[in-house]
């Protein structure tokens, strides 16, 4: 099920329910083969909510060899996989305060070319370029979970159009 809105001017939001963990991956890969130039994708929502499958899911859609198996970046922070564009899979959940960000060397990695998926995005959502992707995710039941997904700026929308 997914319904499209325009919220605001350069913004297009896509509304998606997922079934299972598969359905959830299948959403992250749909993006994934559509992606063809650096971005950010904010994740958000609880624990066990879905963001790593998602990003499961992007890793396919991006070319990551299957021997990549994409897990959890909580303890090491930043995730690299190879693909055809590097996925970074980046977690800031253990950070609290935002001159930790400087000593893991994340702003270098962002300005480098590559796919940022970035979960408890909030310490850089200030600090966001005008084109990323937001990905909310919302715990429904057992096994749905609701997204709400955002393009942000012109050239991303078309990465939700027809999921
Ligand atoms: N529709 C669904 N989408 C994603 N995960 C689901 C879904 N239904 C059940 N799950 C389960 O929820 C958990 C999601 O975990 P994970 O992707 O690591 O979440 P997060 O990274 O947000 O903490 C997994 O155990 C997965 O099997
Ligand atoms: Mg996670």
Not at 9 to 14: C, E, G, I, K
Not at 49 to 62: D, M
Not at 102 to 128: C, H, M, R
Request: proline fraction near 3%; charged fraction near 20%; aromatic fraction near 10%.
């Amino acid at each position: 099920m997914v319904s499209l809105s325009k919220l605001a001017a350069n913004t297009l939001t896509a509304d998606v329910i997922t079934g299972s963990c598969a359905e959830t991956q299948n959403l992250g890969e749909k993006i994934g083969r559509k992606i063809t130039n650096r971005i950010i994708i904010a994740l958000s929502g609880e624990l066990g909510s879905g963001k790593t499958s998602f990003v499961q899911g992007l890793a396919n859609g991006l070319e990551v060899p299957a021997r990549f198996y994409v897990t959890s970046p909580t303890y090491s922070i930043i995730h690299e996989y190879p693909g055809r564009i590097s996925l970074f899979h980046i977690d800031l959940y253990r950070l609290t305060d935002k001159d930790d960000i400087y000593d893991t060397g994340l702003y270098e990695i962002l300005d480098s070319f590559g796919v940022f998926a970035i979960e408890w995005p909030d310490l850089l959502k200030n600090e966001f370029p005008a084109q990323y992707l937001s990905v909310h995710i919302e715990i429904t039941g057992d096994d749905t979970r609701k997204f709400q997904i955002t393009a942000f700026g012109n050239e991303t929308a078309s990465l939700i159009t027809d999921l």
